[in-house]
T-cell receptor, first 113, second 114 residues
Framework: GENVEQHPSTLSVQEGDSAVIKCTYS??????FPWYKQELGKRPQLIID?????GEKKDQRIAVTLNKTAKHFSLHITETQPEDSAVYFC????????????FGTGTRLLVSP | SQTIHQWPATLVQPVGSPLSLECTVE??????LYWYRQAAGRGLQLLFY??????ISSEVPQNLSASRPQDRQFILSSKKLLLSDSGFYLC?????????????FGPGTRLTVT
């Protein structure tokens, strides 16, 4: 089955710096890659996703890149702000009709003022 | 727009007691539904998923069970809780077409087994 590895487990940056979180997946049939942000005690919130027919997607300060050949995808956050502090989870899915996500283990991002 | 509800929000139960958590979705029909558990400081573990009424698939064998008595209702149950059942239980839904493909989580139920 699919296996998703996520690095780093923790990431500390200064406000205004960029942050990059990387994930690798094992199943070459995976075709959907969402990223979730989870603040302390809250539900995971979908922040951006990418499908295997594109290599990059951007939404304001966040972007996701996908390298299908290497089977890895990354989340990029520019101009970080303290409110970006949270745990970020990547995931991968192989089906379009039924979406069974396999999650990474999470990255705790701390943005210091 | 679609909304997902879960209740109760928090629950404290003694070991050996039964459990019933409920999840309902509004604003969509025939959704895929999911139950996840998140232990403190950990990742998301898929417990059950359902593609339709009465159709339940289990991912992890344990003392929990799930049921889908109605199209937009998903219930997580246990006959006897264990200490290891403590955690944050999240229900999620997704559509079946590309237009509503993404998976969205409910607010969760925080369960403490004492």
């Amino acid at each position: 089955g699919e296996n998703v590895e996520q690095h780093p487990s923790t990431l500390s940056v200064q406000e205004g710096d960029s942050a990059v979180i990387k994930c690798t997946y094992s199943d070459s049939a995976s075709n959907y890659f969402p990223w979730y942000k989870q603040e302390l005690g809250k539900r995971p919130q979908l922040i951006i996703d990418i499908r295997s027919n594109v290599g990059e997607k951007k939404d304001q300060r966040i972007a996701v890149t996908l390298n299908k050949t290497a089977k890895h995808f990354s989340l990029h956050i520019t101009e970080t702000q303290p409110e970006d502090s949270a745990v970020y989870f990547c995931a991968a899915s192989t089906n379009t009709g039924f979406q069974k996500l396999v999650f990474g283990t999470g990255t705790r991002l701390l943005v210091s003022p | 727009s679609q909304t997902i509800h879960q209740w109760p929000a928090t629950l404290v139960q003694p070991v050996g007691s039964p459990l019933s958590l409920e999840c309902t979705v509004e604003g969509t029909s025939n959704p895929n539904l999911y139950w996840y558990r998140q232990a403190a400081g950990r990742g998301l573990q898929l417990l059950f998923y359902s593609v339709g009424i009465g159709q339940i698939s289990s991912e992890v064998p344990q003392n929990l069970s799930a049921s889908r008595p109605q199209d937009r209702q998903f219930i997580l149950s246990s006959k006897k809780l264990l200490l290891s059942d403590s955690g944050f239980y999240l229900c999620a839904w997704s559509g079946k077409t590309a237009r509503v493909y993404e998976q969205y989580f409910g607010p969760g139920t925080r369960l403490t087994v004492t």
